[in-house]
């Protein structure tokens, strides 16, 4: 299994290309080739959370871009990350975290 990193939105946006244009074009959440600087590793994902995008590098300079939806506002993650595990249907609970913010919900 290949491991594929994560850098959010303080590394992504600054050195993404197009950044302006994803802000200010409307948004379309239809996965498209788009150029993306070639610095990226083929396999490495990035996501701007201010946009709703997430880039996944396919070769140098090109990448699929797919229109994600992100966490509430205040709750970001920011630095880098690891996939340790890919599983097909995993399960999923929330954290404790969350059930102390909106008990009611869980």
């Given amino acids: 299994m290949r491991r594929r990193t994560f850098l959010t939105s303080t590394v992504a946006a600054a050195t ?9 074009a409307a ?12 610095q990226y590793a083929p396999g490495q994902l990035l996501i701007l959370p201010r946009s709703h995008y997430l880039y996944f590098v396919t070769a140098p300079g ?6 994600v939806g992100v966490g509430k506002a ?3 993650f920011t ?7 890919k599983k097909e249907w995993p ?5 404790n975290e969350m059930i102390e913010r909106e008990p009611q919900a869980y």
């Fill in 62 to 67: 090109q990448a699929m871009r797919y229109g």
């Fill in 79 to 85: 630095g880098t990350a690891t996939i340790d595990v």
């Fill in 27 to 38: 948004y379309d959440p239809k996965p498209q080739i788009v150029p993306v600087k070639s």
């Fill in 91 to 95: 399960t999923w609970r929330p954290t």
């Fill in 74 to 76: 205040g709750l970001e």
């Fill in 16 to 24: 993404l290309p197009l950044m302006a244009q994803a802000r200010t």
